[in-house]
């Protein structure tokens, strides 16, 4: 049977609707695959619109992709990129509240977030115990291209971007303490390998703002009241000598912390750990570290048959130690 030329040019509309309902669906997919929270939790801008400091121009979309290689426990886990809009989420204890409140960094070597293992998952596990969980999704990369920090590991660029949204998240915990049932001398902050190296940042870097001051919340102190960082990375000035980075003065107002790392962690390897706590003593600053032999990077919370991944009982003993819960 032949196809008349009418019924040919009906044919190559319809290809051409279906061409464009596919089109359609794909954008629609990418567009789901930008990370969200999840049902009844809600992403809090962290900065007024047009004031986020050392802004970048033009900048990619944040995208999402889940990984499967490595697994973690057994199971993907997800990374996000090319965060430019930084925000935060809260999430909230649904049973007893300590009014203890901890700021949580992802790792991801500040290129990408470690969302889930690195993020929601710790949020879990401390609202689970009475504690308010604020996830940070904090600028990566930093602004621009001209890397130039001492340890040449992509973290101090033009503007350290990913300290002035860490800066600006501990005043907004403390300037809505009340609001979000939080006691403001019990905010502490989290973090896992960049992000453990992100909470001695904070843990220095809190009598000035690395910007200038936008609102109220800028003038409150964004001291974290206690610190705890796991697997921390970028602590030596360069892999071949064992010196502590110089962006980090450790003094005596530095808060209580937290360290615990793998000795065979093929990431960011156990000098920097060492080093981070002979700076905390040295400083007379009161911490607490766990080594073990085993257990590699990037475990976050799941459970492994190493015993280092029950850390979280570790956490639990050392903040009621300090008074902290």
């Known amino acids: 049977m032949k196809i008349k030329p009418k019924s040919n040019l009906a044919i190559q509309f319809l290809l051409v609707c279906l061409l464009t309902l596919t089109a359609n669906m794909s954008a629609f997919a990418e567009t789901l695959t930008v990370w969200q929270p999840s049902s009844g939790q809600i ?31 057994g199971k993907p886990w997800t ?16 049973g007893k509240n300590t009014g203890a409140a901890v700021i949580v960094f992802p790792g991801g070597g500040f ?23 604020i996830l940070l999704k904090y600028r990566v990369p ?13 973290i101090h660029p033009k503007a350290p971007t990913a300290l002035e949204d860490a800066q600006r998240a501990l005043g907004l915990v403390r300037l809505n303490a009340s609001k979000w049932h939080i006691d403001p001398n019990k905010i502490g902050v989290l973090g896992f390998s960049a992000g453990g190296y992100m909470v001695a940042e904070i843990s220095t870097h809190f009598n000035k703002r690395a910007y200038k001051p936008i609102d109220a919340a800028d003038k409150i102190s964004c001291r974290p009241d206690f610190a705890i960082a796991l697997y921390p990375g970028h602590m030596q000035a360069n892999d071949k000598q064992f010196i502590l980075n110089p962006a980090i003065h450790f003094t005596n107002e530095t808060p209580p912390t937290f360290l615990l790392q793998a000795e065979n962690d093929p990431e960011d390897n ?14 007379g600053v009161p911490v607490e570290m766990h080594l073990y032999a085993q257990g590699g990077h990037g475990f976050g919370l799941r459970p ?19 008074e902290e819960i």
């Open 270 to 283: 156990i000098d920097n750990s060492l080093l981070y706590y002979i700076g905390l003593k040295n400083a």
């Open 79 to 94: 990374e996000i990129f090319n965060v430019s809009q930084p925000t935060m989420t809260v999430y909230s204890p649904s």
């Open 111 to 133: 290129n990408g977030l470690a969302i889930d293992l690195e993020g929601t998952e710790a949020c879990h596990w401390l609202t689970s115990q009475g504690i308010t969980c």
């Open 304 to 322: 492994t048959n190493s015993s280092i991944t029950k850390w979280p009982e570790l956490v639990d003993t050392w903040l009621y130690s300090i």
């Open 43 to 73: 992403q809090i801008p962290i900065w007024p619109a047009g004031k986020m400091p050392d802004a970048l121009m033009h900048t990619k979309p944040e995208s999402m992709k889940i990984i499967t290689d490595p697994l973690v426990a």
């Open 142 to 154: 930093d602004s621009g291209p001209a890397w130039h920090d001492s340890c040449h590991c992509n």
